[in-house]
């Protein structure tokens, strides 16, 4: 029973290929699987019907490996019987159909030498017909092909070959289950289910007998899709989460000028990224650095200072001189910049004017990071020894009262950049000590970052919905809205169950082309863009 629905979807997939996508699948296909250069070893993965014929003409005189066992063999020229290419490699069959491609598959894991490889791989065309360099991403396009993995895993594989962070591979091995996969599956075939019953009371509801009246019927399917509704949103939000983790964490770094953006950014990127001048405005463009913050990739920009009215008529001290063409375009810049993160880092300074010490900021920055998705107040330049609890209490206050949403990741944070750049005495002192405080800036940014990208357990596998799967997904999710509103009776309007049931079609037809199961033209566009970052051996 099994065995014949899986051969059935097979030949569904293959048709799915036109003549000119399908991979030929009568070719046999190697490529070195493990990356360049020299190794321990290097695994050369054979995939096709012609395997065996290879493996004979590799190691004519020993039988070949007990499936799925490891055997030590010396690998001989196919047409030099008596040149040795390795003495002792390693060798794996997999029989067909339950491999990696679905096809036989041989391993040879030699020695990693590159000479060794060189001539192991030049000598496999010479043991057979119709054998050949595998192209990039071959082995998963006969994988998929032959339907031992979805699209929705094939997207993980990819991220998961390039994952850099930790946070990176987290989201990637989410994809790799198969799970997201079969719950587009069985979403798709309840819409399929839904919509036949639908079209089967249209078409015969007048000459025979349904336990369901279209109206009840129409109510039960209304039920499923509001339910599958509120699941579809929690995928979408869900890949906007592992879109943070997989694509990076944008921070912008804002304040008036030379309240130490740019110190505070070298600081945390560990180098001189960007330009630390006493001249205020010395920072005209965006300056951008990405790192590894614990786990999680980020992408911090270091922006034109902002000198807007308020500021400079609060601290016309520190704001001289009119705002030049040049500067305007900076700050329109940074505005820009700031919209487009994910975190803003609004960075003040403790200053002293003519009246004595108070705290420097720009309220426009304080207003751009109320719109961010998550923020943070820095005040910086804590080393001037100053008595300043009277203003951190004026500012704590402007903060809550003109901007509360930007009270919630947290207190204020006053640091020091002047102080974490003076070495400390002793290289003991230095790992036990953080005079600038920069460290709690750190720990405050991933405490953001785990808030902004945190899912519940039962819900973790949603890390692996890629922005392909959510593009789909909302266009899914568009369909079974028009079909809430077409099968909603109104007052003067019936139901129209025909068009209803057209918009569960649609709304399953963009599930169909998430997992690859689409119609041929579909699968293969969607291929192309799944493919195209895979490398040779994959
Ligand atoms: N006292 C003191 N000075 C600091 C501190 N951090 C930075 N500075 C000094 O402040 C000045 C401005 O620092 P930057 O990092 O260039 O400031 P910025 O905000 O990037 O400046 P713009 O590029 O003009 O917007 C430099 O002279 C720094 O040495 C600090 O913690 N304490």
Redesign the pocket.
């Known amino acids: 029973m099994w065995k014949s629905a899986a051969r059935r979807t097979s030949l569904r997939r293959r048709r799915l290929f036109s003549s000119s996508a399908a991979p030929n699948v009568a070719d046999t296909i190697y490529a070195l699987s493990t990356a360049q250069g020299r190794a321990g070893i290097a695994v050369v993965r054979i995939s096709g019907p012609a395997c065996l014929e290879i493996y004979k003409a590799l190691c004519p005189t020993k039988v070949l490996p007990k499936p799925r066992y490891a055997s030590v063999r010396t690998l001989y020229h196919p047409q030099e019987p008596s040149t040795v290419l390795d003495s002792e490699a390693l060798i794996l069959h997999f029989p067909a159909p339950r491999t990696v491609t679905g096809e036989d598959v041989l391993e040879l894991h030699v020695h990693g030498g590159p000479a060794t490889v060189k001539a192991v791989l030049s000598v496999i065309p010479l043991c057979g017909r119709q054998i050949r360099y595998a192209d990039p991403g071959e082995f998963t396009k006969r994988a998929f092909f032959h339907d031992r993995l979805d699209l929705a895993q094939i997207e993980s594989l990819s991220d998961t070959l390039d994952a850099e962070t930790e946070q990176q591979r987290r989201a990637a091995v989410r994809g790799n289950s198969g799970a997201l996969g079969r719950t587009y599956e069985a979403w798709r075939e309840e819409l399929l289910q839904a919509r036949g019953e639908i079209e089967a009371l249209i078409d015969f509801s007048e000459d025979q007998h349904f336990d369901e009246s279209p109206t009840d019927l129409l109510d039960n399917v209304t039920a499923q899709v509001e339910d599958m509704l509120r699941s579809i949103k929690a995928y979408e939000d869900g890949s906007q989460r592992s879109e943070l983790l997989r694509n990076g964490i944008r921070i912008a770094l804002l304040?008036?000028?030379?309240?130490?953006?740019?110190?505070?950014?070298?600081l945390i990127v560990g180098r001189e990224a960007?330009?630390?001048?006493?001249?205020?405005?010395?920072?005209?463009d965006i300056v951008e650095a990405s790192l590894d913050i614990r786990g999680y990739l980020c992408s911090f920009a270091?922006?034109?200072?902002f000198r807007s009215d308020a500021s400079a008529s609060e601290h016309s001290d520190l704001n001289s001189g009119p705002v030049g063409a040049v500067e305007k375009e900076g700050i329109r810049r940074a505005r820009q910049k700031a919209e487009e993160s994910d975190l803003v880092i609004v960075?003040a300074?403790v200053e002293v004017g003519t009246d004595g010490p108070f705290i420097y900021y720009d309220k426009e920055t304080l207003k751009l990071a109320a719109t961010a998705e998550s923020a943070m107040v820095v005040i910086?330049?804590?080393?001037?020894g100053l008595d300043l609890e009277e203003q951190l209490a004026a500012f704590r206050q402007v903060i809550s009262q003109e901007i509360p949403a930007l009270t919630k990741t947290g207190d204020l944070i006053t640091?020091?950049?002047?102080?974490?750049?003076v070495p400390p005495p002793s290289t003991a002192a230095r790992r036990h000590r953080d005079p600038?405080r920069i460290q709690d800036v750190v720990s405050t940014l991933v405490h953001a970052f785990s808030a902004m990208t945190e899912l519940p357990v039962d819900m973790q596998d949603l890390l692996g919905v890629t922005e392909r799967q959510r593009q789909l997904l909302s266009q899914c999710r568009e369909h079974l809205e028009d079909y809430l509103a077409e099968s909603q009776a109104e007052e003067g309007r019936e139901a129209d169950a025909v068009l209803a049931a057209e918009h569960l079609r649609y709304a399953a037809d963009c599930l169909a082309r998430i997992t690859g199961k689409g119609e041929a033209g579909d699968v293969e566009d969607v291929l192309g863009v799944v493919f195209e970052k895979f490398c040779v051996g994959k």
């Open positions: 304040g008036p000028p030379n309240v130490g953006k740019s110190s505070l950014m070298n960007s330009i630390v001048s006493g001249e205020a405005g010395t920072t005209r270091d922006t034109a200072g960075l300074s910086n330049k804590a080393d001037t640091i020091s950049c002047k102080e974490a750049r600038g």
